[in-house]
């Protein structure tokens, strides 16, 4: 969790803290759970939210990455080059960039929504881990942008081009890099690049190409790797890569594409055209026995549910809002309000900022009594496919073809205004 004071800004300030916690470093934040846990109070609406700074990008969906006085970008350039930008904090300037050959195209069916890089890349300070669309894991140095190693999954372990690349987006954790490429579940040594083990292997392909990203977390006071492929929820052995246990999920073409959310000795998913689950892990005598603990008609479909109080707030595949309670799978409400086709969301105490792909910024109340916003704003004419990325009083907005920089007052200095 974060350690870390942040200073009250003013609208037209921008400040970086001077802190290596100060960051937003992967897929989903610092703590993977959309969780800003520390900081100034958030303001009640939307009144306060000023630019700082914008700049130009290549076409992406890769959410930004913060980190110390950092920003950290991918992108698609022309149709062959992907591309990492490292730019100032606090200007947007480039500081360095670096590229590779490795785009490709997707089937016709997804072409609406682009050929480009995908995968939220992770950084640990001192190197980024980048998933290329080809199956393709670079690490660059974070200094210079130089490619310190590079895996090309198709090539080392002769597994297929994935239909939709490289969408999972690689897990930290110590000196090990996690990350669903191949066709399998892979442990890497990130110092080196050597691949440490292999696990959960799929065959790759159409239904190998895993979108769902791996997370860390203690289930019946054992710690796993939770890790859902494209058919089924598994728990995986850190230190060797035995498979604990396995669950199928039903599916659509296999599209299981949200992280799954850990709630006491439970794991709640949803997946595309099925329903949403509560599984639930017995251990007794050395075995893990998974088994459904309810299910409830509401399809979840690409966005992450944020869980607040025993509560999971999810947006639908029909594109409105649900809140469900997870002792019992009881629906506590839906937004009769539709929205765009992918919510990004972050929360601190109570409060849900959402970035809906069509570019409007919702601020929401987490209140499973009723569906609650406090505050909306168009902030871009592009679509914003990239996962917000929330650090103290700034706000970093991936959009299709950029990238904008923004602050906002907290609520102590709203009070004070």
């Not at 669950?247 to 659509?252: E, G, I």
Request: aromatic share 12%; with cysteine; charged share 20%.
């Amino acid at each position: 969790m974060l350690g870390i004071v942040y200073s009250i800004l003013v609208a037209s300030s921008f400040v970086v803290a001077d802190t290596s916690t100060d960051r937003w470093d992967q897929w989903r934040g610092p703590s993977r759970s959309g969780f800003v846990a520390e900081g100034p109070e958030w303001p009640h609406d939307l009144n306060g939210l000023q630019v700082h700074w914008k700049k130009e990008l290549g076409p992406g969906y890769s959410g930004p990455l913060v980190v110390a006085d950092t920003v950290y970008v991918a992108e698609t350039e022309g149709e062959k080059d992907e591309v990492v930008r490292a730019l100032d904090r606090e200007t947007g300037n480039e500081r360095w960039r670096n590229q590779w050959q490795g785009s490709m195209k997707v089937p016709f069916f997804a072409k609406e929504n682009g050929d480009w890089i995908r995968s939220t890349p992770a950084c640990d300070g001192e190197t980024i881990y980048v998933g290329g669309m080809r199956d393709m894991l670079v690490a660059l140095d974070t200094k210079t942008g130089q490619i310190r190693w590079t895996i090309d999954f198709v090539k080392d372990f002769k597994s297929s081009v994935p239909t939709f690349g490289f969408v999972s987006s690689p897990l930290i954790v110590g000196p090990h890099l996690y990350v669903q490429a191949g066709g399998s579940f892979f442990k890497i040594d990130k110092a080196t690049g050597g691949v440490v083990w292999k696990s959960l292997a799929d065959g790759g392909g159409m239904m190998g190409s895993a979108f769902s990203s791996p997370v860390l977390q203690s289930i019946g006071g054992q710690e796993q790797l939770l890790v859902q492929t494209r058919t089924k929820l598994a728990g995986v052995r850190p230190e060797d890569g035995t498979v604990l246990w396995t669950q199928d999920v039903p599916n659509f073409r296999g599209m299981n594409i949200l992280t799954p959310i850990v709630f006491n000795d439970g794991i709640f998913t949803s997946s595309y055209q099925n329903k949403s689950y509560f599984y639930l892990l017995d251990h007794q005598d050395g075995t893990w026995r998974p088994s459904v603990a309810w299910e409830n008609k509401v399809k979840g479909y690409m966005s992450t549910p944020i869980l607040i109080d025993g509560h999971v707030y999810l947006h639908l595949q029909n594109q409105r809002m649900a809140c469900l309670r997870l002792t019992d799978g009881e629906l506590k409400w839906v937004s009769s309000r539709r929205f765009g086709k992918y919510w990004s969301m972050v929360a601190h105490g109570n409060k849900i900022l959402g970035l809906d792909q069509d570019g409007t910024l919702f601020l929401m109340q987490a209140d499973p009594a009723e569906f609650k916003i406090l505050a909306e704003k168009k902030i871009s004419e592009q679509e914003t496919w990239g996962h917000l990325a929330v650090v103290g009083n700034e706000v970093f907005v991936r959009e299709l073809k950029g990238i904008s920089a923004w602050n906002w007052l907290s609520g102590t200095a709203q009070q004070n205004r």
